[in-house]
């Protein structure tokens, strides 16, 4: 295993590979944007933080974790090496120095994002050389603590962008369904009103043609009673009115 002097210490490092793939339910646009903008996703990132802009591509930041019983603080400086939107791939650099001057970690990390229902697939691959009192651990535990600290950005990535970009909720079919029925029994009780309503205005027409015809014969017979007899169109509308305050109701419309 390659050693480094850092100092009086004699500092032994170590190299690891970390690759990670996840899905994201939002579009690839919107992934990239945040993805692309290092003062954008920093705070997904246990633990990190951007102190300084240098440039576009040239930022300066901390990182502060634990593995195991150490404690490790960082501050070192990210150079986004390439940022290419038409294939949404990405490479970016990092190096950084132990806040005790024990030594150092360097990365390079190289992304693709590809789309596909409406949903981002992200891939990438992170080299990783750490040299110091963390490179006495291995591989293994710093894999391990590295696989936790990713999936809490993946949680947290996920939230900030379903929290800035809020799915959108499909309309739920039983509304639409309920609708459709109450309609439905509409148009079947309008039919059955009309029916009657022709049916007993036609009785009342029967009977005032019976009316007049024995006043013809008998002119003495006193005047025919008030017209009483049923208004169908006057039934039809009240009955309309009934189904559409039902229909309002239903779907909380009816103040």
């Known amino acids: 295993m390659p050693r480094t002097r850092f ?9 690891t590979l970390i690759k990670k793939e996840f899905d994201i339910d939002q579009p690839i646009g919107v992934v990239w944007k945040s993805l692309a903008d290092p003062e954008d996703i920093v705070g997904c990132v246990p633990g ?65 994002l590809s789309e596909e229902d409406g949903k981002t697939h992200v891939s990438f691959s992170m080299d990783i050389t750490i040299v110091g009192m963390l490179a006495q651990f291995g591989s293994r535990l710093i894999n391990d603590v590295s696989d936790q600290l990713l999936n809490q950005f993946v949680k947290n990535f996920q939230n900030k962008l379903n929290s800035e970009n809020p799915p959108q909720a499909e309309a739920s079919p039983e509304p639409v369904a309920e609708a459709a029925e109450v309609v439905t029994d509409a148009v079947e009780a309008v039919a059955e009103t009309a029916k ?22 008998a002119p003495q017979a006193p005047p025919p009673p008030a017209d009483n007899s049923l208004n169908a169109f006057s039934l039809i509308g009240t009955v309309l009115r009934s189904i559409l305050n039902s229909i309002l109701a239903l779907f909380g419309l009816k103040k």
């Open 196 to 217: 009657e309503a022709v049916a007993a205005t036609a009785s009342t027409a029967s009977a005032a043609a019976a009316t007049a015809a024995k006043a013809k014969t």
């Open 48 to 112: 990190a933080s951007i102190t300084e802009k240098i440039d576009d591509r040239h930022f300066k930041g901390e990182v502060v974790t634990r593995f195991g019983p150490i404690k490790a603080a960082y501050a070192g400086d990210i150079e986004i090496v390439e940022l290419d939107e038409a294939t949404h791939k990405m490479v970016l650099k990092g190096r950084g120095l132990d806040s005790k001057g024990k030594g150092s970690a360097d990365m390079i990390m190289n992304g693709l």
């Open 7 to 15: 100092g009086a210490f004699k500092l032994s490092g170590m190299n």
